[in-house]
């Protein structure tokens, strides 16, 4: 008796929460895994060699990519790790300067966090509201800064509501009063051009997966010139990344990483415009078909394949229920378990009935038209059987 045939998988619409991994990050990784092995600070033989000098390329074309120096890129495990390590290691090298923090309410909880935490040491954190557009006023800033503040960190694109802020600005405004700046890249990178050098950005975090990479790897970018930004390490464990981070490094996903940014910044203009012709298409469809339905976020200043949307009247947990052959979420794939409704679409306005009916689309690098028009189908269909 021959098995059933494997049913056809959901269409993938749900990434801000991961990317699939790019064939050609693949290609580049897989001597790493297997006859290159050796551990980089192996420096006694050809094995380490070999390794170190792969970590290294890895690191000078990741600079590349940003206008970085190569000392001035540290890996880590992702995201999380670099915000923990930008935002707690200044606050332990920064302590002396002041013990006040600037943020925004819309931050990831890989920052909202680190923050907290830090209130229990005795600091004070400034959580600045974003306008209903998702963005934040520089004004705003400007008037939240003190001679005790120590780091402000808001994030480049909102990993929900894919709002990109005015990052220049606000790095302008922190670099006018000497205060380090901080962003949350996880979501730009790749996504949007980021100039270190021009958009005064003192410390930068990356993650792998977000890019068609690989988990578990990420980068820190560190300000090394003008000015140097001081960070104390926050693990312990051997002189690995200049002291700032222990650890065998994992040559294979550092590789993959470098790859990953490489094929993101030369394909990033022809593959935003498809992507915001896909979108478009997608909000058309379902503006058309459903009544009461909101965009949430700025309309222009945002991701080209990010589209969150409430659907009025609608039970979000329901509808998620509802959308067989669809993979997209309800907000942020590490806040998926808390019961409480998006803290970032509350902050724009929405009460918690609204927050709780909406939904993120995440368009990708796969994502094709055909796709769309079934998502299409699909969620008003969906929309259709809920009401």
């Known amino acids: 008796m021959s098995a059933e045939p494997d049913p056809k998988p959901p269409i993938y619409l749900d990434h801000h929460a991961t990317t699939p991994l790019d064939p050609r990050v693949l290609e580049a990784m897989e001597p790493w895994w297997s ?34 120096e190569s000392r001035e890129v ?29 943020t925004a309410e819309t931050e990831h909880p890989a920052v909202l966090d680190p923050c907290q935490h830090l209130e229990g040491q005795g600091w004070t954190v400034t959580r600045l509201p974003v306008g209903k557009d998702g963005r934040l006023d520089p004004d705003r800033l400007r008037a939240s800064l003190r001679e005790e503040t120590a780091l402000v960190s808001v994030m480049f694109a909102n990993n929900e509501i894919g709002v990109v802020q005015p990052i220049e600005t606000l790095a302008s405004i922190c670099r006018e009063h000497q205060v380090p700046f901080h962003t949350d890249a996880a979501q730009a990178a790749g996504r949007v051009a980021i100039d270190l050098g021009g958009h005064l950005i003192d410390l930068l975090s ?20 003008r000015p140097r930004v001081r960070l104390a390490p926050r693990q312990f464990g051997g002189g690995h990344e200049g002291g700032l981070r ?14 990953a940014l490489e094929i993101c910044a030369e394909e990033r203009a022809q593959e935003n415009a498809r992507l915001l012709a896909l979108k478009q298409r997608l909000y058309e469809r379902l503006r058309e078909a459903i009544p009461a339905i909101r965009l949430n976020g700025h309309a222009d200043q945002r991701l080209a394949g990010n589209l969150n949307l409430t659907f009025e009247g609608i039970d979000g947990a329901r509808l998620l229920l509802a959308l067989k052959g669809l993979a997209v979420s309800s907000g942020s794939a590490c806040a998926s378990a808390k019961p409480e409704p998006s803290h970032v ?13 909406s939904l993120r689309f995440g368009l990708g690098r796969w994502t094709t038209r055909d796709e769309i028009e079934q998502a299409a189908e699909i969620v008003i269909a969906a929309v259709n059987e809920v009401r």
């Open 35 to 68: 006859d290159d092995f050796g551990n980089p600070a192996s420096g006694n033989h050809v094995y380490g060699w070999r390794a170190e000098a792969a970590v290294e390329e890895a690191r000078e074309r990741i600079a590349g990519v940003f206008g970085a």
């Open 74 to 102: 540290f890996f880590t495990s992702g995201a999380t790790e670099s915000n923990n390590l930008a935002i707690l290691g200044v606050a332990e090298a920064q302590g002396s300067v002041g013990r006040h923090i600037v």
């Open 206 to 225: 990356i993650s792998g997966h977000k890019i068609y990479g690989p988990k578990g790897v990420g980068a820190l970018f560190v300000r090394r010139r």
């Open 246 to 259: 222990p650890g065998t490094l994992p040559v294979p996903l550092i590789v993959g990483l470098a790859r």
């Open 345 to 357: 679409l509350r902050a724009i306005g929405l009460s918690e009935k609204q927050a709780r009916s």
